[in-house]
């Protein structure tokens, strides 16, 4: 054998030397990595996933055309309540039951939010209040809250600016004269209404081109982001910027925020000095007056633009979603609309519209809405949380930097808590003298520290809107149209699939 064909050898066996060497320090830098340091806990249990990728085959080829809740429903059955996942080298804890949501959620420690990758350049290192951690988190939680204290929202003086917009919605339906249509546009630009007058300090009427479009690229960046979300805080999506989906989501984010920067510029040029028409002024004189006091702050005009942004976001779109799924279900069951009519017809007349008072006397009416909000179940995963530290959870080790995910999908339809959870069936949430019962274990805007900031303004809109539709139409699904389908569209929100309805006036 020569020296050439010696030599050609010699560098294969380098070159697979190298390699195999290369592969071993992967596979236990990656096993090592497994192994924690927290006293004698462990990791919660799991698959068994590859080196480097871990669990990403896993979710990626999922049997069938299921989405990431109902794979983690069905990991649930084989590894418990609480398992973990690798994706990437990125630990995900995924929590089942509502014992163990609430302990992860009420845990300080699983507080935080990870950085949302795929908009760090968009958002220019500002956080918004839904994204954000820490004192960010706080200062702004703070401030939002007393905004909303201080204009009412969700208290008994709010009640007449949400029954003004459910006059203008269902004064545009009375103009369709029992005609088809679609209610996504209707419903989306109506809810969204509510939060604008508190957020931006105006309605936008129906036909605004522009506000449209707002709320289109809004909806799109919804649809795109998906799945709770959850995948998208992974970091290595920080580096598919290149694909067609990543680039429409930051170009309709984009749209919604320079949508949004242009009023808090006019908001900047001709602020009250004494009084605050909305969230925007309260924000810029708190902002302007901590920095002539030199007071350590982490308000910002960016800032500002992206909590206002948040508050649009999820002030729309589940409450547009729910009233939604409420129309579809309404449809499916002709019967429990009818036993609603009746009910409101009999409390509240024919001569004037429905009010929060009421409500108490309205009790299947609450009892339709809870199970709407149980079986649309329009939150399957919500907004992951992030470990700020070492942690237990139920005796599990939770490592620093590990997403936390909450399966609120299959604790809605639970058969233990919900016998026969797939039917509609309002009477589960009444007693034997037909008052409401609401179980502690329905939390549609999810439970502990980052509980959803609007909920009682969510709960306000939903009795007005929904009892305001019903008192005035009923609903019909159009001659020759499409079978209804109860198989949601997984964005950010579970929403129904497009349908058409018919609203004939009573």
């Avoid at 949380?385 to 936390?404: F, I, M, N, R, W």
């Amino acid at each position: 054998m020569g020296y050439v064909e010696m030599s050609a050898i010699l560098d294969v066996w380098d070159l697979r030397t190298v390699l195999i060497g290369v592969v071993v320090f992967l596979s236990m830098s990656w096993v090592l990595r497994r192994r924690r340091p927290l006293g004698s806990n462990t990791l919660p249990p799991g698959p068994w996933g590859w080196p480097l990728i871990g669990n990403l085959p896993s979710l990626a080829f999922a049997s069938g055309a299921d989405e990431p809740h109902e794979v983690f429903m069905r990991m649930a059955k084989q590894y418990g309540p609480i398992f973990s996942l690798n994706v990437l080298g990125q630990r995900m804890v995924v929590v089942h039951g509502y014992k163990a949501i609430r302990e992860a959620f009420n845990n300080p420690s699983l507080s935080d939010r990870p950085e949302l990758h795929i908009l760090q350049n968009l958002f220019n290192g500002a956080e918004g209040v839904a994204t954000a951690s820490g004192d960010t988190w706080r200062e702004q939680r703070k401030l939002i809250l007393n905004v909303f204290r201080n204009f009412g929202v969700g208290q008994a003086c709010f009640e007449d600016q949400i029954a003004t917009e459910a006059n203008h919605l269902t004064a545009e339906i009375k103009k369709l004269k029992g005609e088809v249509f679609n209610p996504v546009h209707l419903f989306g630009n109506a809810v969204s209404n509510v939060i604008s007058s508190v957020v931006l300090g105006r309605r936008y009427e129906y036909n605004d081109v522009e506000f449209q479009r707002v709320l289109a690229s809004m909806d799109r960046s919804m649809e795109l982001i998906g799945a709770g979300a959850a995948m998208q805080f992974l970091p290595f999506v920080n580096r598919l910027g290149f694909l067609p989906s990543i680039k429409e989501m930051t170009a309709t984010m984009k749209y919604v925020m320079d949508f949004v920067m242009g009023i808090v510029k006019k908001h900047q040029s001709d602020s009250y000095v004494e009084e605050s028409r909305d969230l925007m002024d309260v924000y810029l004189r708190e902002m302007k007056s901590k920095e002539e006091r030199n007071i350590p702050t982490n308000l910002s005009v960016l800032n500002l633009v992206i909590v206002v942004s948040d508050l649009f976001v999820a002030g729309t779109e589940t409450t547009a979603s729910t009233l939604r799924w409420g129309l579809l279900f309404m449809m499916l069951h002709p019967e429990i609309q009818g036993r609603v009519q009746i009910e409101l017809d009999s409390v509240v007349g024919r001569e004037r519209l429905p009010q929060m008072s009421d409500r108490r006397n309205l009790p299947y009416t609450e009892a339709v809405i809870l199970e709407l909000q149980r079986r649309g179940n329009i939150v399957p995963l919500g907004l992951p949380h992030k470990a700020a530290e070492d942690t237990t959870l139920a005796g599990y080790t939770v490592p620093k930097g590990s997403l936390v995910v909450a399966n609120h999908w299959a604790l809605n339809i639970d058969p233990e808590l919900f016998p026969d959870p797939w039917d509609f069936n309002p009477e589960r949430f009444l007693n034997e003298d037909g008052e409401v019962t609401k179980p502690e274990e329905l939390i549609p805007f999810s439970t502990g520290r980052r509980i959803c900031l609007g909920e009682q303004l969510a709960k306000m809109e939903l009795f007005i809107f929904f009892t305001h539709l019903l008192h005035q139409f009923t609903f019909r699904k159009p001659e020759g149209s499409p079978p209804l389908s109860l198989k949601g569209h997984l964005g950010i929100t579970l929403a129904p699939m497009p349908f058409e309805v018919c609203a004939l006036p009573r």
